[in-house]
């Protein structure tokens, strides 16, 4: 059995979900996501409970059932809560900039790198070394904090290049000059 998956969710105020044949419908104050509904998933609504239970008992059907349920619950708190990454830019000379949906990343490359912000999130940079991705999709801020991160991984010498945060690089020692060595 899905552990997971018979957990009911709490809906708070100010939350609607709606479900139609087929597809599941969350509306809040940070928008409105949709998701379609496996035909292995039922999906019932009491009061400010939502509880997803599998047609059968196939492993298949039970294993779908942890994961609507899991979806269900990051888009109730995507659309009242949000979700937010913060990527920090280390280096000498590094920095982002927002010119309206484009972020401009100076990275030690001979030209800045652009790149185009989708609709679906909002990104901020509160000082030149910090970007904050915000959505209510947790999917697509991770996506996008993820693409904006591949542009220049952190080096694990100097440590130079995009992060997460909360993220550890490990560094290594460099060479190290070996004094009188003869040659």
């Known amino acids: 059995m899905s552990r ?3 957990k009911p969710i709490e809906v708070p105020k100010g939350v609607t979900v709606q479900v139609a044949p087929g597809t599941v419908t969350v509306k809040g ?3 409105e996501l949709k998701m379609p509904l496996r035909p292995e998933v039922k999906l019932a609504v009491e009061g400010q409970t939502l509880t997803v239970s599998a047609v059968d008992e196939q ?3 039970r294993a779908l059932q942890g994961t609507a349920r899991a979806l269900l619950a990051n888009m109730i708190v995507g659309v009242s809560t949000g979700y937010q990454k913060k990527l920090d ?3 000498v000379g590094f920095e982002a900039a927002l010119e309206g949906k484009v972020l401009v990343l100076k990275l030690g490359f001979n030209r800045p790198v652009r790149f185009k912000v989708p609709s679906t999130v909002t990104v901020e940079t509160p000082s030149p070394t910090v970007v904050l991705i915000k959505g209510s999709d947790s999917q697509q801020v991770g996506t996008v904090a993820a693409a904006i991160r591949k542009l220049r991984k952190p080096e694990p010498y ?5 992060k997460y945060s ?3 690089i490990r560094r290594k020692a460099g060479k190290a000059f070996a004094s009188g060595g003869g040659g």
């Open 4 to 6: 997971i998956g018979k």
């Open 89 to 91: 830019i280390t280096g």
């Open 158 to 162: 100097k440590g130079k290049g995009i």
């Open 59 to 61: 492993r298949h059907s």
């Open 29 to 31: 104050a940070k928008g």
């Open 166 to 168: 909360e993220e550890v």
